[in-house]
């Protein structure tokens, strides 16, 4: 597994720039594009397809905080929970089957509207959350960190879920 | 005379040796070639100077004849001058039969990917298309005088792995070598310059002879993103002659009989009133119909050619809503509107898309020629004319890439509009004790039943140690590159085995097949060819040689041991040594070593460029 903090020389850590993320993705795009070793020898393209295919989902990775906090976890050597172990977590559970049944409720777009902000208030605290748990390196903190991460995984699915109810109901 | 250049001892012959990049457009009515002359890309004409090649191959035992003869005298061998061979790459013969029936050619049964049987024996679409770009790359060379370096060649933005994969192996079988495959409509777009903007979203709206396809782009900083797609694969600017000829019968009084004996005759006709009508308000047009003494005039105006036509202008403009309302954008965020296709001269068309768009066309490049321009451009950088061009363009994925899984579900990969290139890895186990293959369907497509997408590849894993259900790990990587092509790799873990892959493209080519069909090919000329493979590796070799020295004097004291630096230049001396040689195999084999030797020494200077690259910027920031 590759270290993707390494691989874009920013500090090992949920709070990143994204700003020189983006920098940083640039000048490595610039460096490693297949396009810039079209006439290379086979060896060269191998080498950097593979580099440029990791800067490329790096990227993407560090990007989004759920992905970024997943890869940090990995690079402390957490093993992640995988999503049978999430289900022993009763009270997560109800809130889920509590988030299922408001959405299948909401039928107008204006509910629906109002469930796309609740959701965004709380995803918003949810990265707040993790981003405290992950400040120190410490077992403890890295494996609720890793409970939290499955729930926001959650909300964010649910979101799209709003959204596309929410087409849906805008387009007919 | 040019006086003689001698270069510093130790440093490249010839530094600024233009090399030559064609761009391609390869479509389904006409094809064209471009490059860059004088600092400008054009397109390149043949010896009558017309630009288009017709994309139409008549297949006769003496000779294959691509372009306007083989096109103007279909009619005298319909089943063997093959049209629009484009709807066929990458296809089966039920896909294409099932929108186009009545098919003039003879097929070969029982073969699921289409093969044409022709006086030249069965050839299938890749190998058609293979004619057609030989043709493109003959006319390139004879125009630049000189060696093609290598080719972009565009295709639409919504082909699949299977259309990509045939594309790129037909320039391989007509001895191309692929630079890159550019979706079409950002090839229109680079042509105008629109690449050097920061950002925006761009209409391309693409009427050709035979096909509508109009593409919503948003570019962001170098990356070309398709947003959406749509299209009428069977509506053109050949439908608007049809009615035009139709409408010339009525005029005539003519019957259906005689409607028919003189169908070529109308289409002609109404072809050039089309034409004129495109910068006129009225044109006259002499028809001479069959067994005539005379021929007859008619005069036709704008207005009455609007009202044929303006339903099916009307079918592209709510195909183009569609696509802005799939591309989520509206139409205030649309920046700029391209016209691709000869049949956006038609004022009607320009009208209508100015209406819908609220803005006016680009339209100052030649509709024609705006994507094999845009393509040349590319190429013209690809083979490394413009070093210090800091364009770069970033492609993404057109659609997902999954593998079928329990009860016929398809699990995505990866999800369209990836940034590409990008490689990912994903585990499967086993289902059985003691099982020792594993069957994996490769699919693309956004459906999630496996029939709803296309089938790319089956791939059959083998030599899995036997153990129990569950126990083996199978990492199976999908690596898909820059031209959006997809390959895969498969590997236990727990045994570290290698797993056997067999690749089965659904539709294509097995790499050993075009390897035969290029022999094949190329039997005749024999010597030519070994001449010519002798060349090819003296000038790698010399390439080799040259870029190691450099990497050396650069940093071979700083990243090397003294003894890895001395096998190194051991295996360099035996290259120059077999170079200067006759013997092919002995080059290739000496490259071989060199490759290996350095292939640390090339990963730790492309690490240390990473490395001051990333720490240069963080000096900026602070």
Not at chain 2, 317 to 329: E, F, L, P, Q, Y
Not at chain 2, 522 to 531: F, L, S
Request: with cysteine.
């Amino acid at each position: 597994m590759m270290n993707y903090f390494e691989l874009y020389n920013l500090p090992e850590q949920f709070e990143i720039d994204l700003i020189k993320l983006k920098d940083h993705y640039q000048t490595l795009q610039k460096l490693t594009h297949p396009d810039r070793f079209a006439s290379a020898s086979e060896q060269q393209k191998r080498m950097y397809l593979t580099k440029n295919s990791q800067v490329n989902d790096a990227y993407s990775v560090l990007k989004s905080p759920i992905s970024r906090g997943e890869h940090l976890l990995i690079v402390r050597g957490v093993k992640l929970p995988s999503e049978q172990d999430t289900v022993g977590d009763i009270e997560f559970l109800m809130e889920q089957m509590e988030w299922r049944e408001t959405l299948d409720d909401a039928t107008s777009a204006q509910a629906l509207e109002k469930l796309v902000v609740d959701n965004h208030e709380i995803l918003v605290k949810q990265e707040k959350i993790i981003s405290a748990f992950l400040s120190h390196n410490r077992e403890q903190d890295n494996q609720a960190a890793a409970q939290e991460l499955g729930k926001m995984k959650f909300m964010v699915k649910l979101a799209d879920e709003i959204e596309t109810k929410l087409d849906r109901i805008t387009d007919s | 005379m040019a006086l003689l250049q001698i270069a510093e001892p130790g440093q490249s012959a010839a530094p600024h040796e233009r090399k030559i990049g064609v761009g391609i457009d390869l479509g389904t009515t006409n094809s064209l070639v471009s490059a860059v002359k004088s600092g400008q890309c054009v397109t390149l004409a043949d010896e009558h100077e017309r630009h288009l090649l017709p994309s139409v191959v008549n297949y006769s035992e003496a000779s294959i004849d691509v372009g306007y003869h083989a096109r103007d005298n279909s009619n005298a061998d319909p089943a063997n001058t093959i049209m629009s061979i484009k709807r066929f790459m990458g296809r089966s013969l039920a896909d294409v039969t099932a929108h186009w029936d009545q098919l003039p050619y003879q097929f070969v049964a029982d073969s699921i990917s289409p093969r044409f049987i022709t006086p030249r024996g069965e050839l299938n679409p890749i190998q058609i298309s293979s004619h057609i770009l030989s043709a493109l790359k003959k006319r390139a060379e004879a125009r630049m005088g000189e060696e093609i370096t290598g080719a972009v060649i565009t295709v639409p933005a919504y082909f699949d792995d299977a259309q990509r994969q045939g594309t790129k192996d037909a320039a391989q079988l007509a001895g191309l070598n692929v630079l890159r495959l550019l979706n079409e409509p950002t090839a229109a777009a680079i042509a105008y310059g629109l690449d050097s903007k920061e950002e925006g979203v761009i209409a391309v709206y693409d009427l050709g002879g035979g096909t509508f396809d109009v593409s919503i782009l948003r570019l962001n900083k170098g990356v070309f993103e398709v947003l959406a797609t749509g299209g009428n694969s069977a509506l053109g600017g050949d439908d608007f002659d049809h009615l035009l000829a139709s409408h010339l019968a009525q005029q005539l009084g003519l019957d259906a009989v005689a409607e028919k004996q003189n169908h070529r005759r109308l289409m002609n006709a109404g072809k050039e009133v089309k034409e004129s009508l495109s910068n006129a308000d009225s044109s006259v047009v002499s028809i001479q119909l069959v067994g005539a003494e005379q021929s007859t005039q008619l005069s036709m105006q704008l207005e009455q050619f609007n009202q044929l036509i303006d339903v099916l202008v009307k079918q592209t403009i709510s195909t183009c809503k569609r696509a802005v309302k799939d591309a989520r954008v509206s139409i205030e965020e649309v920046d700029n509107v391209i016209m691709v296709g000869g049949s956006t001269r038609v004022p009607l068309v320009r009208q209508q898309v100015e209406v819908f768009f609220k803005k006016a066309p680009l339209t100052s490049i030649d509709p024609d020629k705006v994507v094999a321009i845009g393509a040349g451009i590319q190429a013209d950088i690809l083979v490394g004319n413009k070093p210090d061009s800091d364009m770069l363009l970033l492609d993404v994925l057109p659609l997902s890439l999954g593998i079928e899984t329990m009860g016929g579900l398809v699990e995505k990969i990866i999800p369209r509009n990836t940034t590409i290139p990008v490689a990912k890895a994903q585990e499967f186990t086993t289902f059985k004790d003691g099982q020792t293959a594993m069957l994996v369907h490769v699919l693309q497509g956004e459906r999630e039943l496996v029939e709803h997408c296309r089938s790319l590849a089956k791939f059959t894993l083998k030599g899995i140690p036997a153990m129990t259900a569950g126990a083996a790990h199978i990492r199976v990587t999908f690596q898909v590159d820059a031209d959006g092509l997809l390959n895969v790799t498969a590997m236990e873990k727990s045994s570290g085995v290698k797993a056997e892959v067999q690749v089965k493209p659904s539709y294509g080519l097995e790499e050993s097949e075009i390897l035969d069909m290029l022999k094949s090919s190329m039997q005749n000329a024999k010597q030519d060819m070994q001449a010519r493979m002798l060349k090819e590796q003296q000038v790698d070799a010399s390439r080799v040689l040259e870029a190691m020295h450099g990497a050396l004097a650069e940093d071979g004291d700083e990243l090397l041991s003294d003894k890895e630096r001395d096998a190194i230049d051991h295996a360099l001396r035996n290259l120059g040594l077999c170079a200067a040689d006759n013997d092919v195999d002995a080059i290739k084999r000496a490259i071989d070593v060199v490759d290996k030797l350095s292939q640390d020494f090339a990963a730790r200077r492309m690490d240390k460029s990473i490395q001051k690259a990333l720490a240069g910027h963080s000096v900026d920031n602070i």
